[in-house]
């Protein structure tokens, strides 16, 4: 099979080689024709060496992935899933034993990790995953949508839900023109939050939605005091890292809830402890999300959109990792595989 493949890391070794062995497919797994995937951060750092204890080696990456059934192990169920189903990959490894599983918090598991990291991913003709991981999408959902759901929209609505945005509240997005940011929008939309974005892009106001949008990075604290009469943000989620970090706390109003899922900026602050107890702010870290949540995302997954601005073949599987975080980056990156 066609995969994007590397024998060390570093995005000068990732080669697209024609003769990669297919997956091998066990008796509980399921064999999927790659069509669509997200493009990622997590990707990038895949490639590049930034995460340590890459498994296998050679290695194919890809934690965002969408397809077609091809084939199922002789111990996989008919009523979940069948040649012929579309469906994206759920893109946790988990064992299904620990605590935190027994708990329902799959993504937490102790002994588990990232499918692309710890396992091949989806930047390949073909990835064979646990039937676990598999999840039924509408078949005519759009690709680009159904590529997003795994990751791209997984992550903010876990996020939200850890922080418990309620209808009303005033919700703040920073990075919300990004991959998560988009989506973010729309939940807290959803919810029946008011939504304030911190974006140079106006199209995440007349097309996603937002209530409101900063486009100054510098007035963000004053904007949001007078967006909010002197309330100030409810929830704020930024998934930024450091550069954000001091407008982001200071936007946080009483009981208010700070929330990351992320650090593309950094990750070591300063913490004004006094503010954090007078205004009994809550800080909450997020990480991906669980199969009940992707379920439900997939539930209403034919009113989210995503805003595109490039889409790659696999061939050009290098040139989208290195624009990934391009300055005048406008939109999600997709990777069409098949």
């Not at 027994?102 to 396992?119: A, E, H, K, P, Y």
């Not at 876990?158 to 939940?187: C, P």
């Not at 936007?251 to 004004?272: C, E, I, K, P, Q």
Request: charged share 25%; net charge negative; aromatic share 6%.
């Amino acid at each position: 099979m066609k995969a994007a493949i590397f024998e060390k890391p570093g995005l000068e070794n990732l080669k697209v080689i024609d003769d990669v062995p297919e997956p091998k497919l066990s008796d509980n797994d399921v064999l999927i024709k790659v069509k669509v995937c997200g493009i990622n951060p997590i990707d990038y750092f895949v490639v590049s060496g930034a995460l340590p204890k890459l498994s296998p080696l050679p290695h194919i990456s890809g934690a965002e992935t969408s397809g077609i059934v091809q084939d199922v192990g002789s111990h996989v169920s008919s009523n979940k899933v069948k040649k012929g189903d579309t469906v994206v990959v759920h893109n946790k490894v988990f064992d299904g034993t620990c605590d935190m599983c027994l708990s329902g918090l799959d993504m937490l598991c102790r002994n588990g990790g990232l499918i692309g990291v710890i396992t091949n991913g989806g930047f390949a003709e073909y990835i064979s995953v646990p039937e676990r991981n598999v999840f039924k999408i509408p078949e005519d959902l759009d690709w680009d949508i159904a590529a997003s759901l795994p990751v791209t929209s997984l992550t903010p609505y876990h996020a939200l839900q850890e922080a418990s945005l309620k209808i009303n509240e005033y919700l703040l997005i920073f990075g919300a023109s990004g991959n998560t940011g988009m989506i973010a929008v729309q939940l807290g939309k959803k919810i029946g939050a008011e939504v304030i974005t911190v974006s140079n892009d106006n199209w995440i106001k007349t097309d996603f939605g937002a209530s409101y949008i900063i486009n100054d990075y510098d007035k963000v604290v004053e904007q949001v005091k007078e967006i909010t009469q002197g309330k100030m943000a409810d929830v704020v989620l930024n998934s930024l890292g450091v550069e954000t970090w001091d407008r982001s706390f200071e936007s946080v109003g009483v009981n208010g809830r700070w929330v990351a899922f992320g650090g593309l900026t950094g990750a070591d602050v300063n913490l004004n402890v006094q503010s954090l107890y007078t205004k009994q702010i809550k800080l909450i870290g997020s990480t991906g999300g669980t199969r009940k949540e992707l379920q439900e995302l997939i539930d209403m997954s034919k009113e989210l959109k995503v805003k595109v601005w490039k889409k790659f073949k696999l061939e050009g599987i290098k040139e989208a990792l290195q624009t990934l975080f391009a300055k005048e980056r406008d939109g999600r990156i997709i990777l069409h595989v098949s």
